[in-house]
């Protein structure tokens, strides 16, 4: 998919979203997520994925939980409260990006 | 539905260590991936080959595999560390160890404001802390040496920060010194003596910090931060 470009910006926004609207997820669950939410449009590649997660975990927006799944450890992601705001900031700033991108390649006939 | 065996979960922990992640939070993440992708081919058909989907998975890293994994949770261990640093540091600002630092920074520069023999004293007082550092700085080492071993693999990324970023913070040990040279040919004497005084004490704090306040909280943060420490049969 050649649209890794154009949502790179936007990972770390696609991932608080997700996190909000789920309660945990563990990084595969994510790319999975993206995938079925988009019928596969959106690929999210997993070298690029884990880094954003660890940014947003240092940054403390997330934190984690980890469960025995298994014979294995999973680690589960969970937004924090300072996520959460920022995650409304985020999309905001993502909605008005759009509409602006919008406004650049279809633009509205002017009636004057 | 098939599932990883454990025989098959100590591969990908020896995969990820051929592929030079080190650190055993580091390792566990990208393991629970691995598995989690192999067993869903395994939904579709569960007659395929665990090395060829392991190989197939990997690929989709990039060509830098691991690297760009490891590269930023290191900055992010990095930057929670500062974050502690900071956290530590502030609290010489409230009371009562303002107290103590107020008092430092007026011992030294009437040390400075001394001349001579002041500043005879100061030096040797920083001569002392330079070999304090040097000495907890090989100390430190040693552990980070021997926590390797007693970890036997599950070495915490955070651990080798607490570990080691004191190299780059020892550094500072040269800064007053550094300045020194600097201050003294640009400032008159008396302001010279108060910013080189402010300069020691926040140079001694920041060592307090790094090499005793950090070192003697590390498994408590350490099991703040890994909850699976708790998990683990170490």
Redesign the interface.
Known sequence: MSNSKLYKGSLSTIILKLLAETHKM????IT?KVKELTQGELTI????L??AL??L???GFLE????????????YYKLTQAGNQEKVSRIEELERFIETIQGIVNPKPSLG | MK????EQ?VRLYEFTRQHYVEYYDVQ??????L???IE?HWQKDPHQNFETLLQKEFK???I?GFS??V???Q???Q??YFQLVKKEALQFLKLPKVIIVAFSIWLFSFLLLQKEIGFVIVASILVLEIIYVFYRLIQLQKISKQRRKQREGKYYLLEHVFLNMGRGVGGFVISPWQWYWVAEKTLPYQYFAVVFALLITFSFILHYIVFRILPAKKEEILHRV???MK?EKV
């Not at chain 1, 984690?64 to 799944?69: D, P």
């Open positions: 563990y990084g595969y669950e999975q590649t997993e070298g690029a884990y880094p660890h940014k975990e240092a940054n984690v939980e980890m469960q025995r799944v298994d014979n294995r450890l999973r680690k | 599932n990883l065996s454990a979960v566990t993440e990208l393991v629970d991936h598995a989690s992708a869903k989709k890293f990039g830098f760009d994994v590269e930023e949770r900055q992010a261990m930057k929670r890994y909850p699976e998990l």
